[in-house]
């Protein structure tokens, strides 16, 4: 299949740049190129090698006509409407947030994925509230973050299914995942802890850690269904792997070594644990037999409604030109941003919460 960059419908497109072209930002270059009401502009890699390769042969659709560059100027182009971000910020926070700042200042209206402290913005803490909101209102601009898992699974899949049960007591999003086909090495190895001693400090189970990235959906979910939060709490728990393993493209895992993990965050109303976030996440299929197993294709998320009725959807991505569980999901949080665009550029100044966007998102993907 051959994608054109440029032969989009007689329509006011926006013209938007991708910055990052990694598990995200390929999908992402993919979207803006199907949307019927945005134009890729441009597309910026931190990547020598991708310097000067065409955007199409990086996400893996032919020629697009737009080579990639590692000048972050062009996404402060005058003719540059909005900013798709999908730079990984877990490892360099303050660089991230240096380089969406002079967009927003610039007038460039910015959706990603690499911000949790954004995913609910009344709860953004200081001094990043202050200085996002600044730059919004110096440019007129707006940003909006989301994902996955934090992201839609947690909010609008979750607030659907409540309006089709009664006397509901818990509502869980949960993601059951297998790491091994997850191609991010670094983030497998340090900050998930897969192959590290038992007694490695996992920075993703850090209270802190599960506070900054899925206690703001907690958040974004209470506000959906008008209820007041007691308390957010925290669940960890880990298990050695019971063989040595071997994950193509990240090497050895030692037997003994960590090899799953498991998190709850939990938002308790009157006393209650009523809104559940729960991760089980494996290097290898076998390792904590007790727990819930993955499914053959590499990992699921559910949404688990405990009322009349109690309902359980799950929800699998699978994507045509990156195969696997993990590139299914990682598409479907480049599908909502991109899809958000539009409405981003046309709201007012700020932090956009996700419960302000509308629903019909897709619209302008229906290709017919």
Known sequence: MEFHANSKIEKMVKNVVVWGTGNVGKPAIRAVTTHQELNLAG???????KVGTDAGEIAGVG??????????????????????????????PEESLSEIIPLLK??????S???????HPPSTPEPMHSQVLEAC???????????????????????????????????????????????????????????QSM??????????????????????????????????????????????????GMGDFENGTQGALRFEV?????????????????????????????????GYHNVIITGEPSLTVSVHGEDSIDPGAASGGNSTAANRIVNAIIPV???????????????NLGSSQIKI
């Open 63 to 92: 020629n697009l006509g737009v080579q990639a560059t590692s000048d972050i100027k062009i996404a402060e182009a005058s003719d540059v409407d909005a900013v798709v971000y999908t730079v990984n910020a877990d490892f360099r």
């Open 137 to 195: 209102r110096e440019g007129n601009s707006s940003i909006f973050v989301s994902g996955i898992d934090p992201g839609w699974i947690i909010d609008i899949l979750p607030l659907l299914l409540t309006g089709m049960s009664s006397n509901i007591t818990e509502i869980r999003a949960q993601e059951i995942a297998n790491y091994a086909g997850y191609d991010q090495p670094d983030a497998v190895r340090f900050l998930c802890g897969f192959g």
């Open 43 to 49: 597309v910026i890699v931190h990547n020598d090698s």
């Open 106 to 111: 610039a007038g460039k209206n910015v959706v």
């Open 199 to 248: 007694n490695y400090d996992v920075p993703i189970l850090t209270d802190w850690a599960l506070m900054q990235v899925w206690a703001p959906m907690i958040r974004v979910l209470a506000d959906g269904l008008q209820v007041e939060l007691d308390e957010i709490t925290t669940e960890v728990d880990k298990r050695p792997l019971e063989k040595s393993v071997f994950v193509d």
């Open 345 to 359: 550029c046309e709201a007012d100044s700020g932090i956009i919460h996700p419960l302000d966007l509308p629903t």
């Open 266 to 298: 939990k938002g308790i109303v009157k006393g209650e644990p009523l809104l559940v976030i729960e991760h089980i996440t494996r290097i290898d299929d076998d390792c904590a037999p007790e727990w819930t197993k993955n499914d053959p294709d590499g």
């Open 113 to 119: 994925t690499s911000f949790h402290s954004l995913l």
